[in-house]
């Protein structure tokens, strides 16, 4: 039986990761390129361009990388008639699934995340299957590097008003608003002490549903990578929570 190699074995592993961060790059290069076709390639006029541009910047995409996403939807070019939909289902366990998607055709869309639910144990659900279990927010990082306690971060969130502040571990902190305020909030920390990272809207979910065993865990986040993977889904949200020892089992299994 032929052996691999161990430069071997980095080499295929790093093309797994460039593959992977290649399919990053292009979903944040169309949704800064949508934003930009539907408002303008300024990011001062454009809240939705620039909160786009924030999470392409978060995820290291190269400056001319995004310059080019910006420029191919302010200049008239054909970049397609794209629209946002939100599909919502289960995976195993019961865990709630919700599905940013930016697609130019839902009709191959739906049926393809049918298919990928049905696949790994799940089932695509109709419109408000699973939304009543997540809340629309603005979530806004914390500059790590910015050295502030928690304290003075709370209460600089609270006066630019901020609904909460979350430590996320290793000096990480979140700040939470009403999605409609993101853009308020944000304004009044950068005019502020506080370093902040740029922010998004997310769906987060009001319950968990707890992984109690490995097998449980591995179904459910093979799902949901598998519909991360999907061309057309831009973000991936889901209820399920993972213990530190089935964490620490599956990290020793990658």
């Known amino acids: 039986m032929a052996g691999h190699s161990h430069s071997a074995n980095i080499k295929h592993r790093k093309g797994r990761v460039d593959a992977a961060r290649a399919k990053v790059f292009s979903k944040l290069a169309r949704m800064v390129t949508v934003a930009a076709k539907l408002g303008g390639p300024d990011p001062d006029a454009n809240a939705r361009l620039r909160l786009a541009i924030d999470k392409a910047r978060m995820a290291s995409m190269p400056k001319d990388n995004i310059e080019r996403a910006i420029k191919k939807g302010a200049g008239g070019m054909d970049v397609g008639d794209y629209e946002e939909i939100l599909y919502e289902g289960y995976g195993p366990c019961g865990v709630a699934i919700m599905l940013e998607a930016l697609t130019d055709n839902r009709n191959r869309t739906a049926p393809e995340l049918r298919k990928e639910f049905e696949r790994g144990g799940g089932n695509l659900g109709a419109t408000g299957a699973v939304a009543w279990m997540f809340e629309r927010k603005g979530v806004i990082a914390v500059d790590p590097e910015s050295g502030a306690?928690?304290?003075?971060?709370?209460e600089a969130a609270l006066l630019a008003g901020a609904e909460d502040l979350v430590n996320l571990g290793d000096g990480a902190f979140e700040i939470r608003c009403q999605a409609g305020d993101l853009e308020t909030v944000r304004a009044a920390l950068d005019a502020g002490p506080i370093a902040v990272q740029g922010g998004e809207v997310r769906y987060l979910p009001s319950n968990q549903v707890?992984?109690?065993?490995?097998?449980?865990?591995?179904?459910?986040?093979?799902?949901?990578?598998?519909?991360d993977d999907h061309d057309d889904v831009q973000s991936v949200y889901a209820n399920y929570t993972i213990s530190d020892d089935i964490a620490a089992q599956l990290e020793q299994e990658s």
């Open 210 to 227: 707890v992984l109690e065993n490995v097998d449980d865990a591995r179904k459910v986040l093979k799902l949901v990578e598998s519909l």
């Open 149 to 154: 306690d928690e304290d003075a971060i709370l």
